[in-house]
């Protein structure tokens, strides 16, 4: 199952996507989460990305692309996965086609989810992430059971130094000029289906399995 989520950031899709991948078993492939793995471990890509990432700019195609087709090429994908952040401009979906091509993959399914800038505002200002395994939480809307704790793995969350207001402005920006061009890009294939992002991660995950014909019961 092969699987690309657009959305403004806060859109909710990230959180979506580990629902998608608890119940279908498809690995969730964030560039966001691979990005900033690399800058926390000090990497050659992590230190190109870095200043890009700290002011909510795009890092470069080149880079980013490089770094999905080796993702694509490891061994948990061979049956399918979920992107998540990519592509985001014009350059990485034509870059993605051809990867598509080479790999003699068909897409299943393109979610497009669609939050008001108020949805996304309160998305962004009270996300909170594991620093461990990524996990996504929510202070009001998706709270860990002990305050600041990861209830999968115990670990702190933290609030994303980009999730910070000035960067989110920043981002906001970058998503309105470079990467809502991709609806225009993709909206005309069958597999294209919009998602209402107003709504609780559990609705949307359950308009997302009626897409892709299943039930939405997770796990
Ligand atoms: P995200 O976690 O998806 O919100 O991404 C965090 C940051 O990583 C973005 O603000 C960009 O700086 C960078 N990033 C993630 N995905 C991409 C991409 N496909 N192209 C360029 N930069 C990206």
């Known amino acids: 199952m092969y699987i690309i989520l657009l959305g403004a950031p806060g859109s909710g899709k990230g959180t979506v996507a580990k629902m998608i991948e608890g119940k279908f078993g498809v690995p ?3 560039t966001g989460d691979i990005l900033r793995d690399n800058v926390n471990k000090g990497t050659c890509v992590g230190n190109q990305a870095k200043e890009y990432m700290d002011n909510g700019k795009l890092v470069p195609d080149d880079i980013v692309i490089q770094m999905v087709k080796g993702r694509v090429l490891e061994e948990d994908c061979k049956t399918g996965f979920i992107l998540d952040g990519f592509p985001r ?3 990485q979906a034509e870059a993605l ?3 598509f091509d080479e790999l003699d993959i068909t897409i299943d399914a393109i979610f497009n989810f669609e939050a008001s ?3 996304i505002i309160e998305r962004l200002s ?3 992430t594991c620093k461990n ?3 996504i939480y929510h202070i009001k809307n998706i709270p860990p059971k002990v305050e600041d704790e990861c209830d999968k793995c115990g670990d702190r969350l933290y609030q994303r130094d980009d999730d910070k207001k000035d960067v989110v402005k920043n981002r906001l920006v970058v998503y309105k000029t470079q990467t809502k061009k991709l609806i225009s890009y993709y909206e005309k294939q069958d597999s ?3 998602i209402d992002a107003n709504k609780k991660a559990g609705e949307m995950f359950v308009e ?3 897409d892709l014909g299943q039930s939405g019961k997770s796990g």
């Open 208 to 210: 997302v399995c009626k």
């Open 133 to 135: 395994c990524g996990a």
């Open 126 to 128: 009270g996300r909170r």
């Open 28 to 30: 969730h492939l964030s």
């Open 192 to 194: 294209f289906y919009k």
């Open 89 to 91: 401009t014009i350059k």
């Open 97 to 99: 086609e051809l990867i």
């Open 117 to 119: 800038q108020e949805t």
